[in-house]
């Protein structure tokens, strides 16, 4: 007896559920935080699948505008501002974060219409 019980097949190479959805993010870690956070008895097979794939998609939509923003300063690493920037520059970003703070981010630079410095009309001759 090879220990293989009764089909005589070996088992096939272990394939995590994160390969098989073809995702970065973890779907076993996922699912567990699902159960062990009780927000509802059952969780089903695809539900940590589908939340972990939104979370990989936003999470690259916010790095490539935190990388662009980076770029723009000349710079070669993201840091929080860049990521401030990335957000609060784009508006569907900005309604989801609205209630986000994050450190050492900084403010968008605004400077009022009325506060500028008033232009004088030119006579011309």
């Known amino acids: ?14 394939k995590s559920r994160s390969s098989r959805a073809g995702l970065q993010f973890p779907v076993g870690r996922v699912h567990r935080f699902l159960r062990k956070g009780n927000y509802a008895q059952r969780v089903g097979a ?7 794939a939104v979370m990989e998609y936003l999470t690259a939509e916010i790095l490539e505008l935190a990388g662009n923003a980076a770029r723009d300063n000349k710079k070669t690493r993201i840091n929080p501002r860049h990521l401030q920037l ?10 989801l974060m609205s209630g986000v703070t994050i450190a050492q981010g900084g403010v ?5 219409q009325v506060l500028l410095p008033k232009k004088t009309a030119k006579v011309s001759k």
Do not use: C, F, H, W
């Open 46 to 52: 695809g539900a940590p699948v589908y939340l972990a």
């Open 1 to 14: 007896m090879t220990g293989r019980g009764k089909s005589g097949k070996a088992r096939s190479k272990a």
């Open 86 to 95: 990335a957000i609060r520059n784009d508006e569907e970003l900005n309604k």
């Open 108 to 112: 968008l630079p605004n400077i009022q």
